[in-house]
């Protein structure tokens, strides 16, 4: 079937209307009428091919909800008119020790909701700012948030699970000191995960401005990351440091804010590697730096039953599909509190 998109022909044009084709659901698959997508700054690098292997035309947005529009006839799991959603995994190879794991995200085979090969037309994938999605059921998620909220869940499909999943792999909870860097789209979910863990949190910004505003996403300190003095003052005191900024930078300023054992984790993937850090900033305390990305099925469902369950969705600027340039514009200013959602109705002629 054709429908309408929004998307990119090539990385140094703007994004624009276009029609795609969407596969007719198999037995296993399920098909969605996309009523809301979040804006990651991962569609940013993908589109402008500031990361390697663009494919054109890009259709990006893995941070889908809407509902079921057709289920195929070994679905079990989904009904017409369920709410659900997909993040950034719509297929892996089901069989290796990660998918045996319920961590498709790090299966070698992982099929990325957009831009990865597949066998449908245009032969890789295309993501949700578009009318609809088919996948297989296993990639779906269902959504237990009232339908109100429903533009505000989005961005826990990708920002909400790329930071709950690191905050539980290394323990965020009563009693730890856990740092976010950087309040944007992924770092103001973290705030607000790592606070309903029951940690206390430290954010840590370049901007003076989201000071008090990190306060009410649940921070118990806000620290301005270019003042040497604040930073002093939390030396060896952190036990998990959430690293989600989408640019290159020093990461001795914060490695030096570690325990002993403490964890440096990065999420964010700037298109160029950050400066190597001083080796004595990691074994005077046997620190570590890490990364992860997103997270798997059944942990993207928990975290969404534990935001369902708390009232937690993400802080959002709804747009129209004709916005999107500028909101990739603002977003690289930092100009947004804290994720552009598109309301995919307008992607159909007023
Ligand atoms: P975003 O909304 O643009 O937020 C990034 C934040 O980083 C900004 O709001 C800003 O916060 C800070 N920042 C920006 N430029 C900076 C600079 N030059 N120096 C210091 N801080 C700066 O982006 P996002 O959607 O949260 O994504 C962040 C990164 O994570 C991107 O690289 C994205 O591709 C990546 N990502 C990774 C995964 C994964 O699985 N690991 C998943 C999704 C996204 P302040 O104003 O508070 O400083
Ligand atoms: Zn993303």
Same mark, same amino acid.
């Given at each position: =079937?054709?429908?309408?998109?929004?998307?990119?022909?090539?990385?140094?044009?703007?994004?624009?209307? =276009? !029609?795609?084709? +969407?596969?007719?659901?198999?037995?296993?698959?399920? !098909?969605?009428?996309?009523?809301?997508?979040?804006?990651?700054?991962?569609?940013?690098?993908?589109?402008?091919?500031?990361?390697?292997?663009?494919?054109?035309?890009?259709?990006?947005?893995?941070?889908?909800?809407?509902?079921?529009?057709?289920?195929?006839?070994?679905?079990?799991?989904?009904?017409?008119?369920?709410?659900?959603?997909?993040?950034?995994?719509?297929?892996?190879?089901?069989?290796?020790?990660?998918?045996?794991?319920?961590?498709?995200?790090?299966?070698?085979?992982?099929?990325?909701?957009?831009?990865?090969?597949? /066998?449908?037309? /245009?032969?890789?994938?295309?993501?949700?700012?578009?009318? +609809?999605?088919?996948?297989?059921?296993?990639?779906?998620?269902?959504?237990?948030? /009232?339908?109100?909220?429903?533009?505000?869940?989005?961005?826990?499909?990708?920002?909400?699970?790329?930071?709950?999943? /690191?905050?539980?792999?290394?323990?965020?909870?009563?009693?730890?000191?856990?740092?976010v860097?950087?309040i944007?789209?992924?770092g103001h979910m973290?705030i607000k995960?790592?606070h309903a863990?029951?940690?206390?949190v430290?954010a840590?910004t370049?901007s003076?401005s989201k000071r008090e505003a990190a306060k009410v996403l649940g921070a118990d300190e806000v620290?301005?990351?270019?003042?040497?003095?604040? =930073?002093?003052?939390?030396?060896?005191?952190?036990?998990?440091?959430?690293?989600?900024?989408?640019?290159?930078?020093?990461?001795?300023? *914060?490695?030096?804010?570690?325990? +002993?054992?403490?964890?440096?984790?990065?999420?964010?993937?700037?298109?160029?590697?950050?400066?190597?850090?001083?080796?004595?900033?990691?074994?005077?305390?046997? +620190?570590?730096?890490?990364?992860? =990305?997103?997270?798997?099925?059944?942990?993207? !469902?928990?975290?969404?039953? *534990?935001?369902?369950?708390?009232g937690i969705v993400a802080d959002?600027?709804?747009?129209?599909?004709?916005?999107?340039?500028?909101?990739?514009?603002?977003?690289?200013?930092?100009?947004?509190k804290y994720?552009?959602?598109?309301?995919?109705?307008?992607?159909?002629?007023?």
């Amino acid at each position: =079937m054709t429908i309408r998109a929004y998307g990119a022909h090539a990385g140094n044009k703007p994004l624009e209307a =276009m !029609q795609i084709t +969407r596969r007719v659901p198999g037995a296993h698959d399920v !098909q969605i009428d996309i009523a809301y997508c979040g804006v990651c700054h991962s569609d940013l690098h993908t589109v402008r091919a500031e990361w390697a292997g663009t494919l054109y035309p890009c259709v990006p947005g893995h941070e889908i909800v809407g509902r079921v529009s057709a289920v195929g006839a070994h679905v079990s799991g989904f009904r017409i008119g369920d709410l659900v959603g997909i993040g950034c995994i719509v297929d892996s190879c089901q069989h290796c020790e990660d998918c045996g794991a319920g961590l498709e995200n790090y299966c070698d085979h992982m099929i990325g909701t957009y831009n990865s090969p597949t /066998p449908d037309a /245009p032969g890789h994938t295309l993501g949700g700012y578009s009318q +609809r999605i088919v996948a297989h059921e296993r990639y779906v998620l269902s959504i237990r948030h /009232p339908e109100a909220q429903l533009a505000a869940v989005a961005p826990l499909l990708c920002a909400g699970i790329t930071t709950y999943s /690191p905050l539980r792999h290394w323990n965020a909870g009563p009693g730890k000191k856990i740092g976010v860097v950087g309040i944007g789209g992924l770092g103001h979910m973290g705030i607000k995960l790592a606070h309903a863990m029951g940690a206390h949190v430290v954010a840590f910004t370049t901007s003076e401005s989201k000071r008090e505003a990190a306060k009410v996403l649940g921070a118990d300190e806000v620290v301005v990351s270019r003042d040497a003095d604040a =930073m002093a003052a939390h030396h060896k005191r952190f036990d998990l440091i959430l690293n989600t900024v989408a640019m290159p930078h020093g990461l001795d300023a *914060f490695l030096a804010l570690l325990k +002993r054992d403490g964890i440096l984790a990065l999420v964010g993937a700037p298109a160029s590697p950050h400066p190597a850090p001083n080796v004595f900033n990691l074994i005077t305390k046997r +620190r570590s730096i890490a990364g992860s =990305m997103i997270g798997g099925i059944p942990e993207t !469902q928990e975290m969404l039953d *534990f935001c369902a369950a708390r009232g937690i969705v993400a802080d959002i600027e709804l747009i129209r599909a004709d916005q999107v340039n500028d909101a990739y514009e603002r977003m690289l200013k930092g100009d947004v509190k804290y994720r552009f959602v598109i309301d995919n109705a307008t992607l159909s002629p007023s």
